[in-house]
């Protein structure tokens, strides 16, 4: 069973920029695509960003590209989100998941297996 727990949310100003951990316990970590959504008050849960198993391959949403980086660390368990340009819109909870041996370009809020507990960003204007 894979626990993921979230850090490093909080409140910036807009144009600013945060990073977001998620450290996975159990399985094997290096097994897992890994990922990024988000939920915003009264939206649907929507994807951010992907990484393969070796973080060789990303995949970003349209709405974050060029402004979010994923990356990880095999070593640490760890996946990470850079957030940067932070805009009012991605004010959001976010949640790290994770899919074994996930493709990318794929991952959905039905196909996912493993949540974490979300950590909220928050963006003023």
């Known amino acids: 069973q894979v626990q993921l727990v979230e850090s490093g949310g909080g409140l910036v100003k807009a144009g600013g920029s945060l990073r977001l951990d998620c450290l996975a316990t159990g399985g094997t970590f290096s097994s897992y695509a890994m990922a990024w959504f988000r939920q915003a008050p009264g939206k649907e849960r929507e994807f951010v960003a992907a990484i393969s198993w070796s973080g060789a391959r990303t995949y970003l949403s349209n709405s974050v590209k060029g402004r979010f980086t994923i990356s990880r660390d095999n070593a640490k368990n760890t996946v990470y989100l850079h957030l940067a340009s932070l805009r009012p819109e991605d004010t959001a909870f976010y949640y790290c998941?994770?899919?074994?041996?996930?493709?990318?370009?794929?991952?959905?809020?039905?196909?996912?297996?493993?949540w974490g507990q979300g950590t909220q960003v928050t963006v003023s204007s």
């Open positions: 998941a994770a899919e074994p041996y996930g493709e990318i370009t794929t991952l959905t809020t039905s196909s996912v297996q493993y």
